[in-house]
């Protein structure tokens, strides 16, 4: 099966249906293992892009927050939400379709905050300098939850079974 073909005809039929232009296939072992348009505009949810719920549902399948093993295709290159949550779920590799730059002069998305050509940008600053207005309130009990945690995790401050970088002070070293 062509798994990139599907992504576009899964993108395709969701515009045909009054959906956005996006849509995500999650492989594994050469089958499907979950895919999704994005359903914004079906939902009315802001996170209900087609990244978010295809690795939803495949972790679900999987009975695990981790996607080792997967080929993930995405008809355009992911947001940074979407980017966010592929980077949590640890796939193999992530294959995008388009570009920002190809799609732009067909559909545009310049919210409040998110313009496409500067959103990533705004990762890279300072919180405080940030176009969303963010403030810092310390919290000495919200430092609490996280001691809690650990301890509850025998001292363990890393999440189970969670695929490492190799550059990760836990990770075997290599000789």
């Given at each position: ?8 005809d ?17 492989v ?12 914004v ?63 732009e002069?067909?559909?545009v ?5 998110f ?36 301890q ?24």
């Open positions: 099966m062509d798994f990139a073909q599907r992504t576009i899964l993108a395709r039929r969701n515009v045909a249906e009054g959906g956005r232009p996006f849509a995500t296939v999650i594994k072992d050469g089958e499907i293992l979950a895919e999704s348009p994005n359903r505009a079906q939902t009315g949810d802001p996170t209900a892009h087609a990244e978010i719920l295809a690795v939803r549902e495949a972790c679900t399948r999987l009975g695990t927050e981790h996607l080792t093993g997967a080929t993930i295709y995405v008809l355009a290159h992911p947001c940074p939400m979407c980017l966010g949550a592929l980077y949590y779920c640890s796939p193999d590799e992530v294959v995008f379709l388009t570009t920002r730059e190809a799609y002069p067909h559909y998305d310049d919210r409040r905050y313009e496409l050509a500067t959103f990533y940008d705004e990762f890279a600053k300072p919180w405080q300098e940030r176009r969303l207005p963010m403030r810092h309130r310390p919290s000495e009990d919200a430092v609490e939850v996280y001691r809690s945690w650990q509850r995790n025998g001292g363990e401050r890393r999440v189970a079974g969670a695929p490492t970088s190799p550059t990760s002070p836990t990770s075997p070293t290599v000789s």
